[in-house]
T-cell receptor
């Protein structure tokens, strides 16, 4: 079984400040990791993913995340946020088997304050 | 442009009614999924289908039914047995070989409200 914990349900941050959205996972097997973004009343869009190799992955819109196997974490960061980054962010984990079952976290709402 | 189309965007259901949510994709993806999203609960898997004419229950299948007669289409029926159907419903798809490279592709969702 696998699970994802997003430690913060809401994160307010001032515009142009840095932000980190935290994600921890639990799994008995090796996994793939993802971050998705959801704007109001829309579907989810893939921000970035970790499959293998370098533990620092870069995604769209200036976001990056670092995979830490020992701490089972995959925190999302951005050095300077914009108003347009206001959205809900979901961390997700997938096993590496044939089906690749995906489990999503409960989401973190990022509110960028002007 | 390839993508997933969900319709309608908003749907109102009376008590005791069955309603069907449409999901169509032109991405040639093999796998399709239905998720339910409630505030503070993230996404919960209702049903999924990896090939035509086959589908599996997810974590919260009770009160829902699906069909997969065509590769492009995966409609979800919310039956009267679903006691609390008010939620945001998301359809997603994934290619068999490319899926892990690109993750899921999501539709824009259907917001269902019981009136």
């Amino acid at each position: 079984a696998q699970s994802v914990t997003q430690l913060d349900s809401q994160v307010p941050v001032f515009e142009e400040a840095p932000v980190e959205l935290r994600c921890n996972y639990s799994s008995s097997v090796s996994v793939y990791l993802f971050w998705y973004v959801q704007y109001p009343n829309q579907g989810l869009q893939l921000l970035l993913k970790y499959l293998s190799g370098s533990t620092l992955v870069k995604g769209i819109n200036g976001f990056e995340a670092e995979f830490n196997k020992s701490q089972t974490s995959f925190h999302l960061r951005k050095p300077s946020v914009h108003i347009s980054d206001t959205a809900e962010y979901f961390c997700a984990v997938s096993d590496r088997g044939g089906y690749q079952k995906v489990t999503f976290g409960i989401g973190t709402k990022l509110q960028v304050i002007p | 442009d390839g993508g997933i189309t969900q319709s309608p965007k908003y749907l109102f259901r009376k008590e005791g009614q069955n309603v069907t949510l449409s999901c169509e994709q032109n991405l040639n993806h093999d796998a399709m999924y239905w998720y339910r999203q409630d505030p503070g609960q993230g996404l919960r898997l209702i049903y999924y289908s990896q090939i035509v004419n086959d589908f599996q229950k997810g974590d919260i299948a009770e009160g829902y039914s699906v069909s997969r007669e065509k590769k492009e289409s995966f409609p979800l029926t919310v039956t009267s047995a679903q006691k609390n159907p008010t939620a945001f419903y998301l359809c997603a798809s994934k290619g068999a070989r490319t899926g892990i490279l690109y993750g899921y592709t999501f539709g824009s969702g259907t917001r269902l409200t019981v009136v």
